[in-house]
């Protein structure tokens, strides 16, 4: 079973960065493409950004130009720096593969990190 643990949020005043990292755990699928997803409080969970195996992102509208992900392969690690936040950021933040892990028909999610972006 895989496991992710998500870290780095905060509260940050708009037009400020934060740095998220997620260590995974236990099977490891190094070839699987990773991504950062956000759930803002009454919404839907979101894809904010992937990375392939080889390192080749893709960002979704909203952060294209302000979010970078990456992600370190020996490490089993995944980052994502984020610039020039704004309320609409608030979120709590989880990684996971794309698409997501799933055990018994049933998708694996970590606890997330919460990010607030307020003044």
């Known amino acids: 079973q895989v496991r992710f643990v998500a870290s780095g949020g905060g509260l940050v005043q708009p037009g400020g960065s934060l740095k998220l990292s997620c260590e995974v755990s236990?099977?490891?699928?190094?070839?699987?493409?990773m991504a950062w997803f956000r759930q803002a409080p009454g919404k839907q969970r979101e894809l904010v950004a992937t990375v392939t195996w080889n390192g080749i992102p893709n960002y979704s509208v909203p952060v294209n130009g302000r979010f970078t992900i990456s992600r370190d392969g020996v490490k089993n690690t995944l980052s994502l720096e984020m610039n020039s936040l704004q309320p609409e950021d608030t979120a709590v933040y989880y990684c996971?593969?794309?698409?997501?892990?799933?055990?018994?028909?049933?998708?694996?999610w970590g606890p997330g990190t919460q990010v607030t972006v307020s003044s």
């Open positions: 236990g099977i490891v699928l190094e070839m699987s493409k």
């Open positions: 996971n593969y794309d698409p997501p892990a799933m055990l018994d028909g049933v998708e694996l």
